[in-house]
């Protein structure tokens, strides 16, 4: 405790401090300086050095200023809030000044929790020798008109204490005890003056941060009308994460974590997505420990998977914030881990992003991205990460030589949750033996030595290796590795390391026990606890409900619906068709009716569908989208997936772009919410990716594409018996037999096509535009592509094919021919077919021709893609490839 004794004697000096607002600067006092300022070191910033100095006491320096770097970085003058809510128990608000000391070094260091505070045990105190009896309904306290009072009484008298201890340290709190939380009565006439959160206005809490001052929050709510109601204070906390989205949710507690029942040992870390079943089965996990996990999934479930919960003694505070190793109980939810032997299984666009983006080599410009992935062939090799590829490593491991990884490329969410460290631990169960290398200005090189039995640096670079304790071998390994050309320098003759390693040493910030019945040993906090080859595809019967399927899209998708062997249509709407039925679907019998949102809204918090796919017009689906998010605020089970077939969402931030051909499988599988390309654009996109990187800068792909007259759209009509049924807006009469162009600029299929294709560039500093024009013709179904790009380099035909068939290896529903692609080459198809690759005789431009059936691989096929992979099943689920 010499950190905190020392603290406090320096935080009692805090008068003079200078007010920092989440990074911006003040107009009466000075800011934080940034590592870009230079200038006279203001109070302030000697303040947040000394402290920070004093966080080294608990955590090595590179940990501490890591995390930071990363919560500094989390909250935006927009949006202040972000970076943590506080939830304090009563039991801690007895513990006042070490409270207020572990909140004011988070102040000092420039971070901003959300506090809010309950008053369980002192409102029993004084309950008590007032004389009114506690009464509590399934553990709900009652709360009658006095107990109000009382309750009121007392979170004023605690709220203040807390600021007024606060400013004693020279911390700058406001005492926010109403207008945050709007609440309706819980049940009057069982529970009285409770309330349940319906709405939250958090502009006090970010109007108290932009001030300078910590917001602290009690649990108290208000009515439309204005009475006062009592909330528990875990759901209040729970609720005000939801709306403000922070990185940490932390429960303080006075036991200082969760604990195992049986054996009494502290849970270090819960990964639900790996281990909340399990755990809901354990005959300890009962009563309060189960509606703590239970309300600590639902909350995460509603939350970016950056988000965790900590639940932590007020003393421990910094070691749980500032360390790898943690010190209370962390719950977040997760990812399995993978390992492929080839890059098609990881997603070959998504692997390139990633060297572009982090591989320090190709940033710093000594590498292409085309350069690692050609060096990536030469041999064996295996690819470890996590589903988001928040890390990635490459193990080169030609027969009877020692292993090298050859690239750990962590992003900055991969270090801070420790999913490095379980990528590194799934290598080790893997290769006994290993050496890799690293920048030595790598800022997670102590990561490196740490987790190493030996390194030596020679000339900015350091080689690191473990299972290998002989200094001879190390010099024949690294002999062979010269020779056979796996390591790009000179290493020999090998140095001493520096610092020296001792063999078998256990890194630093591992954690001692996992609920995980088999921890990995020496494994640290991380998203998961074990890597698997693949996840074998999901065979459980789900129940899919369709909205706006009269078209000629929600026809093809019934069609293929009725051949998928675990997916059922459920439920059908649409206005115009309610009560006839489905004649389509074949599996089972499936009327129309006419959904409402109000009826969505019931059916996804009741749980009836798992999966919904909006098949409407542009404009029109937000209604039926919020809806569902609605119910699944109240859903008890896992929320179900949207597929949305318009274009209303494919721009949207939190939705995933289902084209996994070019954007990979694994963003899919992790979504519920997935926007379907249009049809246009994917074969628009499908022609451009392997190319994209060759187009010459400052010019416009042009691609003129040819649809059958079914892309335009049906309206209603009535047949001869009096029934509804779609009619195709154009027909082939109407265009007289030849084609009609149409949307000549802008249209949207020419943004989104120019959108999405940009996140492949290997330079980000241009977006790439393309220009379309479309057209209609007098066929029904299929659209006929023809790209003319120019290039910036000089390109074969065969060599423009070679980078075709190198992007789409593998991929089923991709043929590649080298004839032009006709009609019959693709109406009907699930594929996309490309073909006539042919360049200018100047080498400088290249034309080639691609076609899908726009109701199916750029509709319904691919909407059934989307639907397999976010529900777990085969991709190719119900789709008849050959």
């Known amino acids: 405790m010499l950190a905190v004794s020392t603290a406090s004697r320096l935080l009692s000096r805090g008068a003079r401090r200078a007010i920092v607002v989440a990074g911006q600067r003040q107009t009466a006092v000075q800011a934080i300086r940034r590592t870009s300022i230079r200038g006279i070191q203001s109070v302030a910033q000697t303040d947040r050095d000394t402290i920070t100095r004093l966080l080294y006491s608990i955590g090595t320096k590179r940990e501490v200023e890591r995390h930071l770097r990363i919560f500094s970085a989390s909250s935006h003058p927009s949006q202040p809030a972000k970076f943590a809510v506080i939830k304090v128990g009563g039991a801690v608000l007895a513990e006042l000044d070490e409270l207020a000391l572990s909140l004011s070094f988070l102040y000092r260091v420039g971070l901003y929790p959300v506090v809010l505070h309950g008053a369980g045990p002192q409102l029993n105190d004084i309950m008590e020798r007032e004389g009114v009896v506690p009464d509590y309904i399934d553990g709900i306290r009652v709360t009658d008109a006095k107990t109000l009072g009382i309750a009121r009484r007392v979170f004023m008298e605690e709220n203040l204490k807390l600021v007024g201890a606060l400013e004693k340290l020279g911390t700058r709190a406001r005492p926010i005890t109403s207008g945050v939380f709007t609440a309706d009565y819980l049940d009057k006439d069982k529970y009285k003056l409770v309330g349940k959160i319906t709405k939250i206005d958090k502009r006090p809490i970010e109007a108290a941060i932009r001030a300078g001052a910590l917001p602290i929050l009690t649990s108290l709510a208000e009515s439309p009308d204005g009475q006062i109601l009592n909330v528990n204070a875990d759901i209040a906390a729970g609720e005000l994460a939801k709306e403000l989205e922070p990185m940490k949710i932390v429960f303080l507690n006075d036991k200082g974590g969760m604990f195992h029942g049986v ?359 937000k209604p039926f989208v919020d809806a569902v998010d609605r119910g699944a605020k109240e859903r008890k089970s896992d929320t179900s997936v949207i597929v949305d077939l318009s274009a209303d969402y494919r721009f949207e931030q939190g939705w995933t772009y289902g084209l996994p051909e070019l954007y990979g499988r694994a963003p899919v599988r992790a979504s519920k919410r997935v926007s379907n390309p249009g049809c246009y654009a994917t074969s628009a996109q499908l022609l451009i990716a392997p190319l994209v990187n060759h187009i010459r800068p400052g010019a416009l792909p042009t691609v003129f594409g040819l649809s059958g007259y079914s892309g335009a759209g049906t309206v209603m009509v009535t047949d001869s018996d009096g029934r509804p049924v779609s009619a195709p807006k154009v027909t082939p009469e109407t265009l007289g037999g030849g084609v009609k162009p149409y949307s000549l600029t802008d249209h949207i299929h020419e943004r989104e096509a120019g959108f999405h294709l940009s996140e492949l560039l290997a330079d980000q500093s241009n977006k790439l535009k393309i220009a379309f024009i479309p057209s209609v013709t007098p066929w029904f179904s299929g659209i006929i592509s023809t790209v003319s790009i120019p290039l910036k380099g000089k390109l074969t035909a065969r060599e423009v094919v070679q980078l075709f068939e190198e992007k789409y290896k593998g991929e089923r529903l991709i043929r590649i021919q080298k004839e032009v692609p006709q009609l019959k080459d693709i109406e009907g198809k699930h594929t996309w077919t490309v073909g006539g690759f042919q360049v200018h005789s100047e080498g400088d431009r290249v034309v080639i021709v691609g076609g899908l059936d726009n109701l199916l691989k750029g509709a319904a096929t691919q909407c059934l893609q989307n639907l397999n992979l976010a529900l777990g099943y085969d991709e190719l689920a119900g789709i008849n490839v050959d």
């Open 263 to 621: 054996t009494g040992e502290k849970l270090d870390v819960i990964n639900l997505d790996e281990e909340y079943d399990s755990l809901m089965k354990e005959s300890w996990v009962k009563f309060g420990t189960k509606l703590k996990l239970r309300g600590f999934k639902e909350l995460l479930d509603h939350l970016p998977r950056s988000s965790s919960v900590a639940v932590i003694s007020a003393s421990a505070l910094q070691k749980e914030l500032f360390t790898d190793s943690g010190a209370g109980t962390l719950i977040r939810r997760g990812y399995k881990l993978f390992k492929h032997n080839s890059l098609d299984s990881v997603g070959a666009d998504r692997f390139r992003q990633v060297i572009h983006d982090r591989d320090p080599e190709v940033l710093a410009g000594f590498q292409s991205v085309t350069g690692v992935l050609n060096e990536l062939k030469k041999t064996p090799y295996t690819i470890y990460g996590d589903e988001p590829l928040d890390v990635i490593a490459v193990v080169s491991h030609p027969e009877g030589e020692i292993p090298v990884m050859t690239k750990l490329l962590p992003s900055r969410g991969g270090v801070l949750n420790n999913v490095m460290d379980n990528v590194f631990n799934a290598i080790k169960k893997d290769h006994r033996k290993l050496f890799w290398t690293a920048q030595a200005d790598d800022e997670n090189r102590a990561w490196h030595f740490e987790r190493a039995d030996g390194s030596f640096t020679r000339a900015g670079k350091s080689l690191f290796w473990y299972g290998v304790q002989d200094v001879a071998e190390v010099e024949r390994t690294v002999k062979d590795f010269e020779k056979n050309g796996r390591i790009d320098r000179s290493y020999l003759p090998v140095g001493p390391s520096a610092p020296p390693h001792r063999a078998g040493a256990t890194p630093s910030g591992t954690r001692a026990y996992s609920t995980f019945a088999r921890p990995v040993p020496g494994s640290s906090r991380g998203y998961a606890t074990a890597a698997t080859d693949s996840v074998a595809p999901s065979t459980e019967p789900k129940r899919l409900g369709l909205i706006g399927a009269r078209g000629f899209t929600g026809q093809a998708l019934t069609t293929l619906l009725s051949s998928h062997p675990h997916l059922n249509l459920t439920h059908v709407s649409s206005r115009q068709l309610a009560g006839y039925p489905l004649d389509t679907y074949t599996k089972s019998p499936v009327t129309y009716s006419n959904l409402s949102t109000q009826d969505v809204e019931r059916m996804e918090k009741d749980g009836e569908v798992d999966a919904w796919v909006m098949a409407l017009p542009n404009g029109v689906c």
